[in-house]
């Protein structure tokens, strides 16, 4: 294969390799990246591809917005034109990549300049590719977002993003420094993820691990994924752009991975516009995460959540070790959002029902031993938590509305597990934490055994 690559112009020598890597793909197939660093622009992997990193081979991406043209995705659920993925894999099937080497997204460039973007208070577009961004997607002030940059369409490319594909495998690689997202499945199916580690720092925005976004027949299997963000995210589409696509994310296994720093472990949401369902976290490690199992929505956000199951989940030293939040808060200045009086129902108005916690074990938590809190107008329905156990450390010292990021409901009493709008069946659940440990407040129907 080294002469092959030779003979295309691929080698580790600084220059950029995105078109003639792609050209490779096209034409052999199978393209195999030996020791190196191998600089690139956006690279588009067509079908019936493997691409090949091995041990010591590194593919880095430059940090060069120009370098990323427009292409219409969806981003933080909305469909608009973003920047260009770094890996694209788009209205393909039977593509591979694998090995033991590393996909780099030069992260601290993108990072750094959404920095200096807030501490200036930019809140429109600036640059060129800003501006033409802006030019494409008209009405954009007005999308939901969750806090990325869209108000000022510095959209960010995600490190890998599947769109509109199936039978894609991902096996072995480490993608680190992410410049948003990083993997993200979108309208795709049959993907699977395995033996992967995902690095980025804890401070680097948006970062998250794996988006799972309008996909069906998903796997993640064995991964490590320490990230600045949600580190597995099941989501479906924000607001009413996702509520007309009607594009649902089903059929997930999630089996015996170790996420590490991320603002949550194994989560749902917060774009819940289609439906979310028949989702399986088991045989999971969560450490250090802010939240453990995490499910968040709010008015506006829609959809159906259900028939999901968490089951033999360790979890320590996180913020909050369980969460369903409907109340959550990011991407939104509209108090009349967060009332906690019964609103009228519409398409809008998430619904939650036949979520399945078992086995599931925390200690140390920092903040509080959970909490589900539905709407009053579409309370929590089927919450099952059995054979579980979620332990406050002794010198718990965080703040109890770090618990998740939530607005408009009181302040509890105490750091135990918190239920409000939610009917929950419990069977042999142990909380640790101050008193009351269950802390029952309005629209809770409580059943024990």
Known sequence: MGAVLDSYGIAADGRNVSRALEQALKEKGRVVLTEGVYLSSPVSLPSSSTLVLEEGAVLRFIPDPSLYPPVYTRWEGVKCFAMHPCVF???????TIEGRGTIDGSGAFWWEMLADKRQRGVHAPETEEERVLASLNPGYEDQPG???GRECQFLRPPLVQIRKSRNVVIDGITMK???FWTVHPLFSEDVTIRNVHIVNPGDAPNTDGIDIESSCSVRVLDSVIDVGDDGIALKSGSGQDGI???APTKDVLVRGCIVRSA???AVIGSETAAEISHAVFEDCFFDGTD???RIKTRRTRGGLIHDAVFRRI???DNLCPFVINEYYRCGTCDESLFSLSPMPVDEGTPVIYGITIEDCHAEGSRASAGMAVGLPESPIRDLSIRDSSFAVAPDASEPIDRSDMYLGLPDPPSRGFRLRNAEVGICNLTVVSDSPEIIIEDGVKLYRG
């Open 291 to 293: 939240r453990g199992i």
């Open 244 to 246: 007309a696509d009607n």
């Open 314 to 316: 360790r979890m320590k």
């Open 146 to 148: 969750g806090g990325g």
């Open 263 to 265: 603002h949550g472990g």
């Open 177 to 179: 420094d992410s410049p």
């Open 89 to 95: 894999i788009n209205e393909s099937e039977n593509v």
